[in-house]
């Protein structure tokens, strides 16, 4: 895992004024605030990174400090007391006739002077702050663009982070106190690929905009989600370059970084969603989050990349596997049930008929021939059911069946050609009862005939609690209407 530390330091801002006793003072033409900036002694150890766009924290000394505010830039010297505290001696702001107006402090950098004879040209940026907007702002808990109401004689304490990164600019400061905030930036490099058995769904689509176009097994388009104790800080995707160029996942890794506060113990999540079909469109699907503390990230393995793959395309050395996307209604759909069954009309255990959904997933509206998946649980004919699809090849903890289960009825629909030989999967004509017997035997245990092609198939299906569905196999979709209801399922390629 590739890492950039960069180390923030915040510094104290102080109203300084003093007064005699009993002795009338003359009254000032002007309305004027001494500031002076306290740093706290910290460490700046050296960024070391093999990428050229991140220069090393310098440690040569502090000699200056240049800031604007209100619009006007200011110069102080940098020095340090007799029990070590590092000052910057005190300059004057002229608040003009109206010393409660609001200003900005526009910026805030701290200099090496190459010449000892003042700030010049040839002299080199040692800290400075992002400017608004700029890339690693947002990271900021304190960020600039805020603005202060200046009141003469008042002291105020606000936290602002200053970072150690050269080309970065602090715009917008106003603060009176700065304390020590020491952040570092993490970062992580993904990829994925996206593997599917039905090509034709991703013709068309960004996939297909390429340098290879849409493949059996082509790179992901993802993004990623950064919370940071519980609240989204940055989107990352790899849609786009920076500049606007087409990426689409291709040729590079896509980079997610997080600003973590190394004096905090903070929780951060990733959300990772891929572009996939959702129905007649693409959209971002969740895929899975990932909750860990600090800078104790997932895991990239000895190759420093997290990658992952959607989809079995034989890849067993990513670090991360996922299931095959199948493209199911997001939402309950309409079930009819017939009125005859073992067999129903369509040569399968029974008949239904499912409404409510357009024509584009990877099953169909219209009459359907389904199994029976639990044998313990009822179901009533000539009833219309209000249910939900669910994916053989993600099962969630409060479906009547488990995953280990679909894994088996998955492996026994791929493979029942080795028991039956030429087996019509629409149309399986006497073969549909052996099936269904094989069924609620892996479900609910049900006794079989010894030696009959049930109990063959159970045999054939019995060591594969997790089986992998590959592009171009059969894999189970469950209709669910609740705990009591008899979920039902058809079978398709996903």
Known sequence: ??????????????????????????????????????????DFPGLKNSDEDVPECSPLTMHYAQFEFGGVTYYSDIYV??????????????????????????????????????????DILLRAAPAYQSTYWDLMENQLNIEVKVEAFVKKEVIVDVLCFEELYYDNFGFTWFEMNKVKIERQCWFGDVCTGKLADYIGSEYDLTVQGAQMDMPAIMKMEVFKNGVLVRTFDNKLHVDGTAWYGEG??????????????????????????????????????????DENCPDPGPDGVNDFVLGNCQMPDADLI?????????????????????????GLYLDVTLSGFADDYDFHPGLQGVFCGNELTHISLNHTYTVT?????????????????????????????????????????????????AIWNIVNGKTLPAGGTAEALVDNASGHAAWDVYPGDWAAIFFDAGTTIQPLFIVVDP
């Open 81 to 122: 007391t007799m029990d070590g505290k590092i000052l910057t001696k005190a300059v004057k702001i002229d608040l003009g006739q109206n010393p409660d107006e609001t200003l900005l402090l526009e910026n805030f950098l701290i200099y090496n002077d190459v010449i000892p004879d003042g700030h010049g040209p040839e």
């Open 389 to 437: 699809p669910i994916s053989s090849l993600r099962v969630p903890g409060s479906f009547q069946l488990d995953q280990v289960t679909a894994h088996k009825l998955n492996y026994m629909f791929n493979h029942i050609p080795e028991i039956i030989g030429a087996y019509d999967y629409d149309t399986p004509g006497t073969n549909w009862a052996a099936v269904q017997d």
């Open 322 to 346: 996922y299931p095959a996307w199948m493209n199911l209604p997001p939402g309950p759909i309409t079930m009819a049930v017939g009125g005859v069954y073992g067999p129903g009309t369509q």
């Open 252 to 293: 590079a890794c896509m980079e997610v970084y997080w600003a973590n506060d190394e004096d905090l113990q903070e929780t951060f999540r990733f959300d990772l969603y891929v572009w996939l079909p959702v129905g007649p469109i693409f959209d971002w699907v969740w895929i899975d989050s990932f909750e860990f503390l």
């Open 1 to 42: 895992m590739k890492k950039i530390t960069l180390f923030f330091v915040a510094f104290a801002l102080l109203t300084m004024y003093s007064c005699k006793k009993d002795v009338p003072q003359p009254q000032p033409t002007t309305n004027t605030m001494e500031l002076s900036f306290q740093v706290d002694e910290t």
